[in-house]
């Protein structure tokens, strides 16, 4: 995982275990972003990350899965990869590629202050590059925002 991750040029980012519940996993917003971009290639994440629920039959239960973005369940969005995380480290976050304003845009959001702020947090961004793109304002094409975070 580290090595790939060097290879996709993601430099503030170090692995310790793969399922990014330690706290010793490290990234940056802007490997994140990278990472994002990176799976996007890959079709059957897109579809996986972006099915709002699914049964499924193991032996003889049916498992039932709930994605726990509620961009993707809500439905008003257009979400082409998204993925959702929680450590009490590093918070509650969401990365996504979205189509906004009639771009492709990749958010990194990170620490949400509780349960639902980083819907909200996601909502307010909208509505902002919604209104820059109405009035004719450029949206920026990367933040300058490079903080190192946990998780």
Do not use: M, Y
């Given at each position: 995982m580290n090595q790939r991750a060097r290879d996709l040029g993601m430099h503030d980012t170090r692995f310790v275990e793969p399922t990014g519940l330690?706290?010793?996993?490290?990234?940056?917003?802007?490997?994140l972003a990278i990472l994002v971009r990176a799976s996007h290639e890959h079709e059957l994440l897109r579809q996986f990350s972006v099915t709002p629920e699914a049964k499924m039959a193991v032996g003889r239960q049916?498992?039932?899965?709930r994605?726990?973005?509620?961009?993707?369940?809500?439905?008003?969005?257009?979400i082409a990869l998204q993925k959702t995380g929680y450590?009490?480290?590093?918070?509650?976050?969401v990365v996504m590629q979205?189509?906004?304003a009639g771009r492709e845009l990749i958010l990194v959001l990170l620490d949400s202050a509780g349960r639902y702020s980083r819907i909200?947090?996601?909502e307010r961004l909208r509505k902002w590059i919604t209104e820059h793109a109405a009035q004719?304002?450029?949206?920026?094409?990367?933040?300058?925002?490079?903080?190192?975070?946990?998780?």
């Open positions: 330690s706290s010793k996993n490290q990234s940056s917003a802007h490997d049916q498992l039932q899965f994605n726990t973005n509620g961009l993707v369940r809500g439905g008003t969005w257009d450590i009490a480290e590093a918070g509650r976050c979205a189509t906004l909200g947090d996601a004719g304002s450029p949206v920026p094409e990367r933040s300058s925002v490079r903080s190192p975070v946990t998780g």
